[in-house]
């Protein structure tokens, strides 16, 4: 059964300053993994996708990921939080044995100061 | 403009009484999928439906039922609603199957009294 954990329910970070937000999984085929992000009150907006082409994935508003085998990590990444940042974010990965399920991680919610 | 619809937004019923949210997807996609989320648990999958007249089980699938006699629509059907299926429900459809992007309707939240 594939897993995912999200290190953190909260993290919070001035402006201009580095996010990193930590997401492990577990899988027993190849992941396809993804971010999420939901803004209040919103459905989810995807940020990027892994799906083996590369190991760093780059999204959307300037986040990235690295895709680490070894340490069963896609940790996301901006080198400077903006104010428009603050977000929950999700972490989720596919690519079972049924080609349906996707699982999401608890979440992250991310906090910007100014 | 390329959308998932959810209906109704906000729902507040009692117990025992059957509901019905609505979902449909104008991208004519062939995978759709319901997700309850629920505060520290991130969303979980209740059901997803792999193309008309295909679905399966998620993770939570106890006390729902789905549908997928059309391609665009998959409604969630919650026969003897009770207060542990209070609530944030999001539909969400992607062009084949789970391993590609997903996009998401704005969600349900239903309270069950």
């Known amino acids: 059964a594939q897993s995912v954990t999200q290190l953190g329910s909260h993290v919070s970070v001035s402006e201009g300053a580095l996010v990193l937000l930590r997401c492990n999984y577990s899988?027993?085929?190849?992941?396809?993994l993804f971010w999420y992000v939901q803004y209040p009150n919103q459905g989810l907006q995807l940020l990027l996708k892994y799906t083996s082409a590369a190991t760093l994935v780059k999204g959307i508003n300037g986040f990235e990921a690295e895709f680490k085998k070894s340490e069963t990590s896609f940790h996301l990444t901006k080198p400077s939080a903006h104010m428009s940042d603050a977000a929950e974010y999700f972490c989720?990965?596919?690519?079972?044995?049924?080609?349906?399920?996707?699982?999401f991680g608890q979440g992250t919610i991310l906090t910007v100061h100014p | 403009e390329a959308q998932v619809t959810q209906n109704p937004r906000y729902l507040i019923t009692v117990t025992g009484k059957k509901l019905t949210v609505t979902c449909s997807q104008n991208m004519n996609h062939e995978y759709m999928s319901w997700y309850r989320q629920d505060p520290g648990l991130g969303l979980r999958q209740i059901y997803y439906s792999m193309n008309v007249e295909v679905t399966d089980k998620g993770d939570v699938p106890e006390g729902y039922k789905v549908s997928r006699k059309e391609k665009r629509n998959f409604p969630l059907i919650l026969e003897s609603p009770s207060p542990n299926q209070t609530s944030l429900y999001f539909c969400a459809s992607s062009i084949t199957d789970s391993n590609q992007p997903q996009h998401f309707g704005d969600g349900t939240r239903l309270s069950i009294l």
């Open positions: 899988s027993s085929v190849p992941p396809y």
């Open positions: 989720a990965v596919a690519g079972g044995t049924s080609y349906g399920k996707l699982t």
